[in-house]
Structure formats: structure tokens, C-alpha cells
T-cell receptor, first 110, second 116 residues
């Protein structure tokens, strides 16, 4: 099992749609979880950290299920500018070392 | 806050050239810096972890003599790709970490390296 696995995508959605990304991780000892966003040919940018109780930032909601080793990201009211690759990121080997999923590409169309 | 500057952003060189990439944390001290490589349509792959004042820890399959890493201060790490060949062409990204548990890493802009 890969350390971090994500939906392969791409997800093609119209503006205004709600879209959800899923991610599973293999190391039950992982402590930190993040969603990063990466635009084409650019560096990853932190979208949000994921907390055990779940957290929301505007149109974005992240959830963590430690028992199932599962993380999700929900985007409501999709905008064209949300088009990007979304990376699920987990610290699987010590609190500073991050493992990246392959990413899920989102394409929001008018 | 938490700005990481990476330089240069784009390099095109002939095969056999050595290329140095700098990664600087501009407004915080980074106890640890990471170097990643990303090939087209692939995920970021960690190459090495660099702690200030000590030797870098390389991931399996990454040649330490090929990819020289120096982390001489809390704000600067450098990656030198020695005698680069076309197969080394990739997107190299650094990130910096403050050392505080459960805090995210902050990424540089990345360096796109093309070896002819």
C-alpha cells in the first residue's frame, strides 16, 4: 500500500459545483495532515492544515478520520480559479518529513 | 510571513555543467530544509533532508555525490547538481521548516532545470 493515496482524477466540474477529494494514508502513527494546492509548473502552496475535529476555511472543509486513516477535502461553490492539482500531504516519518500524494487534478469549467 | 526564496527559477545548461540552486528563508529561521524533485505529471519526491550545521540525509536512490547539499546557516541551503545530464532535467523545489511540531513546510518557487 502506498504511503499516501489519492483519487486519480481529473475531476471536471462546472462552476458552482461541490466537489470532494479523498485521501488515505498507510502510517497510523502520522501526526500532521495538510492539503496543498499546486498550479501548473508552480510550487505547492499550503491550502489548509487538517485537524482531528475537522476544520473549515471559507468554501473549503477538511476532515480527518484517524480510525480509517482517511482525509477529505470538500470544495463548495467551485470557482474557475480553483482549477489546480490538490495534494494530500502527511507526515509519515517524523513530524517534519512530509509524504505527498500524487495529487488530484481539478478542472472547473464555465 | 514564512517566505522562502529560491534562486534561480529557470536554468538551461549544457550537459556536464554543475548547477547551484539556493534556498533562503527570508523571515524565519529554518532548522530543517528539504529538497524535492518533481518530474512531469508526478508527485513531489523527497531527495534529501538538510539540518543546519550537519550533513544532509539522502533518500534511497539519490546519489549524495551527484546532489551536493550545504546548509551552512539557519536561512540558507544550497543544492548543487554536479555534472548535470539530460536525465537530471526536472523541477527542483526546496522547502523550509521551523522545527515546531505539526507546522507546515513553506516552499520556494522552484527551479526548472533543463539540461541540453
Amino acid at each position: 500500500r502506498k504511503e499516501v493515496e489519492q483519487d486519480p482524477g481529473p475531476f471536471n466540474v462546472p462552476e458552482g459545483a461541490t466537489v470532494a477529494f479523498n485521501c488515505t494514508y498507510s502510517n497510523s502513527a502520522s501526526q500532521s495532515f495538510f492539503w496543498y494546492r499546486q498550479d501548473c509548473r508552480k510550487e505547492p502552496k499550503l491550502l489548509m492544515s487538517v485537524y482531528s475535529s475537522g476544520n473549515e476555511d471559507g468554501r473549503f472543509t477538511a476532515q480527518l478520520n484517524r480510525a480509517s486513516q482517511y482525509i477529505s477535502l470538500l470544495i463548495r461553490d467551485s470557482k474557475l480559479s480553483d482549477s489546480a492539482t490538490y495534494l494530500c500531504v502527511v507526515n509519515s516519518r517524523g513530524y517534519s518529513t512530509l509524504t505527498f500524494g500524487k495529487g488530484t487534478m481539478l478542472l472547473v469549467s464555465p | 510571513g514564512a517566505v522562502v526564496s529560491q534562486h534561480p527559477s529557470w536554468v538551461i545548461c549544457k550537459s556536464g555543467t554543475s548547477v547551484k540552486i539556493e534556498c533562503r528563508s527570508l523571515d524565519f529561521q529554518a532548522t530543517t530544509m528539504f529538497w524535492y524533485r518533481q518530474f512531469p505529471k508526478q508527485s513531489l519526491m523527497l531527495m534529501a533532508t538538510s539540518n543546519e550545521g550537519s550533513k544532509a540525509t539522502y533518500e534511497q536512490g539519490v546519489e549524495k555525490d551527484k546532489f551536493l547539499i550545504n546548509h551552512a546557516s539557519l536561512t540558507l541551503s544550497t543544492l548543487t547538481v554536479t555534472s548535470a545530464h539530460p536525465e537530471d532535467s526536472s523541477f527542483y523545489i526546496c522547502s523550509a521548516y521551523t522545527g515546531t511540531a505539526n507546522q507546515p513546510q513553506h516552499f520556494g518557487d522552484g527551479t526548472r532545470l533543463s539540461i541540453l
